[in-house]
Structures are given as C-alpha cells and as structure tokens.
C-alpha cells in the first residue's frame, strides 16, 4: 500500500477529478479506462516512481479514448506532464489498433524515457 503525502494527495485528487470529469463527459472506450488508469498509477507509485510519471499515468488514456486536446493537458498541467501524456498516447484513426500496431507505434514514437514504466504497466494492465 502506498502512502500519499498531503500535498502529493491533493495533486493527485487534481489529476484524478480532471480525468473523472473529462472521460465521463465524452469517453469513448468500452474498457474501464478510469479503473485501467488508477491502477497504472497507483502500481507505479507503489513502485517509488515520482509524482509526475503516476500524473501521466492517470491521465494517458485521455487523449485516445475521448475528446481531449493535449493543449488541455498543458493548459491544467503544465508542459512537462503534457510531454509525457503525449508521448503514451497513440492517436490511431479509424479502427481500434492490433496489438502489433500499438506496438510498433511505440517503437517509431520519440519517446521520453520516463514513460516506459507506465507503458510497459499500461500494456500488462490491458
């Protein structure tokens, strides 16, 4: 079990309420995104990894599976967490994506290094 400090709670309440808000208003996947994000997270915190990378991992289904812009990220999170959201999310057109696409799609993306601890999470999660 991971203990929040006080402050880190209320960033992640922030990022939490956000995602909550923005996936229940236009959301459009039939897995349990909000469920799928939350344990990213928290898997990754119970891991030591920092603020910032469970932040992104709340928050990197929200580009694929609804209307949110990046922009919104930046604009509620500032450019670093946008950076690392962008980088774990895939924007595929059209048809859900096989799972050798989504793979090779992280294998051709400029990626941050601290997005592979949540991407190899999200990915086991699926």
Known sequence: MVIIKPQSGKVIDQTIAFLVKKYAKNGHNEKPVILHSLNVAFYLLE???DLEIAQAALLHDLIEDSNTKIEEINLNFGQKIA???DALSMNYLGAEPTRYQVEDYY???PT???TLPCKETSRQSL
């Open 47 to 49: 891991k030591g990894y």
């Open 83 to 85: 950076i690392l959201v």
């Open 107 to 109: 294998n051709e993306k």
């Open 112 to 114: 941050v290094s601290q």
